[in-house]
């Protein structure tokens, strides 16, 4: 079983940074995909940021430009650096994984708990 552990949310001040990570535990061989999705109250949740095997990298255009996703395969964890924070990026942040092979499964897909970020005006 591959459990998604997320860290660094928390309150900023908009103009501010904060720098999401989220971690895979587990008998993890590869991933093939890494996603940042986020929900604000009332509405659906969204992708924010993805990032491929290869490194090719996919943003909303809300946040193009202020946030960056990366990854460190080694550690099989997933960053999200989230720079010049607005109000309106508020939300729960959630990390996904797919096409997930481990020593006992392959191609499967893991959300993490969410975690909360909050930009104050």
């Known amino acids: 079983q591959v459990h998604l552990v997320e860290s660094g949310g928390g309150l900023v001040q908009a103009g501010g940074s904060l720098k999401l990570s989220c971690a895979a535990s587990?008998?993890?061989?590869?991933?093939?995909?890494w996603s940042w999705y986020r929900q604000a109250p009332g509405k659906q949740r969204e992708l924010v940021a993805a990032?491929?095997?290869?490194?090719?990298?996919h943003y909303v255009d809300s946040v193009k430009g202020r946030f960056s996703i990366s990854k460190d395969s080694a550690k099989d964890t997933v960053y999200l650096q989230m720079n010049s924070l607005k109000t309106e990026d508020t939300a729960v942040y959630y990390c996904?994984?797919?096409?997930?092979?481990?020593?006992?499964?392959?191609?499967?897909?893991?959300w993490g708990q969410g975690t909360q970020v909050t930009v104050s005006s």
């Open positions: 996904n994984a797919d096409g997930v092979k481990t020593s006992s499964s392959t191609y499967n897909n893991y």
């Open positions: 587990g008998f993890v061989i590869s991933i093939n995909t």
């Open positions: 990032i491929t095997t290869v490194g090719l990298t």
